[in-house]
């Protein structure tokens, strides 16, 4: 018997959502959402739809709860992925793999587990009207400063994601 620990999910007891640590560099800002009802700030994310990828995922539901639109950010992160085998290069020095994943059992015993990615945007440009939003999803979007994120962001895991996301830019901005 292994001792490694395995864990068997069917579909109908999971959900995979995806979202970002989104970052306008020149700036030094982060994007947020602030919940209206709670006043809880934290970073957008959403349900994986069907047929669709987790970066794209990360994307849309960027775009949907903040009205920004993003593009996935190649950072200098440590990742276990490997460089497609078509290929025989190594993986690059700068990638756009998920720089976390997360994952909680919600009240109904559903697992959830989330992907984060790291974007760009502009904090200073046009920020559209915000798309599709649930009955219970009503946020305003914010820019932060990097320096700011401890205590603006109101869960912890947010907080440490965003974290490592802003020392992945600033360690690849920096090399």
Not at 16 to 37: A, M, N, P, Y
Not at 54 to 68: D, P, S
């Amino acid at each position: 018997m292994s001792s490694h620990q395995r864990t068997l999910v069917f579909s109908d007891q999971f959900v995979i959502s995806c979202g970002t640590v989104t970052v306008d560099v020149q700036r030094s800002k982060v994007l947020l959402i602030r919940s209206r009802g709670s006043g809880e700030c934290m970073l957008p994310k959403g349900r994986k739809d069907v047929g669709e990828s987790l970066e794209e995922t990360a994307r849309r539901e960027t775009f949907e709860e903040t009205g920004v639109r993003v593009e996935l950010l190649p950072v200098s992160i440590r990742t276990l992925a490997t460089a497609a085998e078509a290929t025989e290069l190594p993986v690059p020095s700068t990638v756009t793999e998920p720089i976390a994943m997360n994952q909680r059992t919600t009240s109904e015993g559903v697992l959830k587990i989330i992907f984060w990615y790291v974007a760009v945007a502009d904090s200073s440009g046009v920020q559209e009207e915000k798309t599709t939003h649930q009955e219970n999803e009503d946020f305003d979007t914010i820019w932060t400063d990097f320096g700011d994120v401890p205590s603006v962001v109101s869960f912890k895991e947010d907080c440490r994601i965003a974290q490592a996301a802003i020392a992945a830019v600033l360690a690849t901005c920096s090399s």
